[in-house]
């Protein structure tokens, strides 16, 4: 069965950095788009990034663009997240995301929760000082 685990939150003053990491297993991990979701306490989930199957085209959402880069190991079925210059507002529980649809392209609105059919147990990421 498809499994999801992320690792790697933890407490860290704003500036600092952090790498989050989604171990996958169960399904054909390269043939699928992976994104990063996070919850902050109080409000829904928001996305955050993508990268797709192939060529690994990414997107991101404009308040983490530019300090967060997602990439992926296809070849050790692990998706990653480096977090840099951490600000107070991305305190979050940070989930990945597994697409619903195999190849899909950059072109969609990732947005939309309904792309999604798996998600992990998540990680807590907490920046303060």
């Known amino acids: 069965q498809v499994q999801l685990v992320e690792s790697g939150g933890g407490l860290v003053r704003p500036g600092g950095s952090l790498r989050l990491s989604c171990a996958a297993s169960?399904?054909?991990?390269?043939?699928?788009?992976m994104s990063w979701v996070r919850q902050a306490p109080g409000k829904g989930l928001e996305w955050v990034s993508v990268?797709?199957?192939?060529?690994?085209?990414?997107s991101y959402t404009d308040a983490v663009n530019g300090r967060f880069t997602i990439f992926r190991d296809n070849a050790k079925n692990t998706l990653y997240l480096q977090m840099n210059n951490l600000k107070p507002e991305d305190t979050a529980v940070y989930y990945c995301?597994?697409?619903?649809?195999?190849?899909?392209?950059?072109?969609?609105?990732?947005?939309?929760?309904?792309?999604?059919?798996?998600r992990g147990q998540g990680t807590q990421v907490t920046v303060s000082s």
């Open positions: 990268v797709t199957s192939g060529v690994g085209s990414t």
């Open positions: 169960g399904f054909t991990f390269s043939n699928y788009a």
């Open positions: 995301a597994k697409d619903a649809s195999p190849f899909r392209r950059i072109w969609v609105d990732w947005t939309v929760q309904d792309l999604y059919d798996y």
